[in-house]
């Protein structure tokens, strides 16, 4: 009998550490190394580009594409550099190559450039995951700025789509884009009003998108987690709202990035999806409210 692997469950300490989030400084440490799974070269010759891959879900689907087969590029700010070399590591141990991108998919010009180092220093582009995100807290819509809005916007939403319009030239048939969404953009969130409205605008872009290009073999999918343990949430969050995150599922905990990274290896690897476009898959931890 295989025995499932103890994940952590709340109550959390208190994490001290501030936006964007250092992985490295989150106790407990995210697990992203998922032991149990055994790859089977569902993604060999392919070329994944990931924003956001410096941690959490990002560099689970890092290092779980890297372990099927596919050379890595990952996107991430510069301030978060000593995440982003600890993925880059753990990709090469999987005998992979793993290109390192910093800069922000803020800005279009950024975008574009960084799809044609991918392709110059891997050789193509076939995979595209769409995974920064940025997110605040806020009481009421009172207190949610324009500067917040706009920056939330232009991360999430803006960020997807700079991303997606500087790599189609390059995807052929058969490759991929996945978007990142949440259980706020199906089930909103009070505290989360901009935030929830990107990731619905997210799920929106996924299916309008997916049929956009499905005539030129690209498939388009997104994957959207409940409550994951990653710095994005304390980095944001008082020790006390993060003392019982996760605890509302029905197992009764968050979930860690190596769970959620499996959902991506299915919608990247054309054996396992291939008649699978537009779908947005939640990952709940035992809720079925939504979807």
């Known amino acids: 009998m295989i025995r499932q692997r103890t994940q952590p469950k709340p109550p959390f300490k208190g994490q001290r550490i501030s936006p964007p989030g250092i992985e490295a400084e989150m106790n407990p440490q995210p697990h992203y190394e998922a032991p149990k799974y055994r790859p089977a070269g569902k993604l060999e010759n392919q070329v994944a580009l990931i924003t956001g891959g410096d941690s959490g879900i990002g560099r689970a689907v890092a290092v779980m594409f890297a372990r099927e087969g596919a050379d890595i590029a990952i996107i991430y700010l510069p301030v978060e550099q000593r995440d982003a070399d600890e993925t880059a590591a753990a990709v090469r141990e999987a005998g992979r190559e793993c290109v390192m991108v910093p800069g922000d998919v803020r800005d279009p010009k950024f975008c574009e450039a960084a799809v044609s180092q991918t392709v110059q220093q891997l050789g193509r582009l076939t995979i595209l995951v769409n995974n920064a995100a940025y997110q605040r807290h806020q009481e009421s819509l009172d207190e949610v700025t324009l500067e917040q809005w706009d920056q939330t916007f232009h991360t999430n939403i803006y960020g997807y789509f700079y991303m ?3 790599a189609l030239p390059h995807l ?3 490759s991929s884009i996945i978007n990142t969404g949440s259980i706020t953009g199906l089930e909103g969130s009070p505290q989360l009003l901009d935030y929830s409205a990107t990731k619905g605008a997210i799920h929106a872009f996924t299916k309008s998108l997916a049929k956009s290009v499905i005539e030129k073999g690209i498939r388009v999918n997104c994957v959207a987690p409940g409550p994951v343990w990653t710095p994005l949430n304390p980095a ?9 995150f996760g605890s509302d599922t029905p197992l009764g905990r968050p979930a860690q990035p190596e769970e959620i990274a499996p ?4 919608f990247a690897s054309e054996a396992d999806s291939g008649y699978i476009a537009g779908a947005v898959l939640p990952l709940l931890g035992g809720d079925t409210t939504a979807g």
């Open 164 to 166: 997606v319009r500087a």
């Open 172 to 174: 052929g048939r058969g």
């Open 236 to 244: 944001e969050r008082s020790a006390e709202d993060m003392q019982d």
């Open 263 to 266: 959902a991506f290896v299915f």
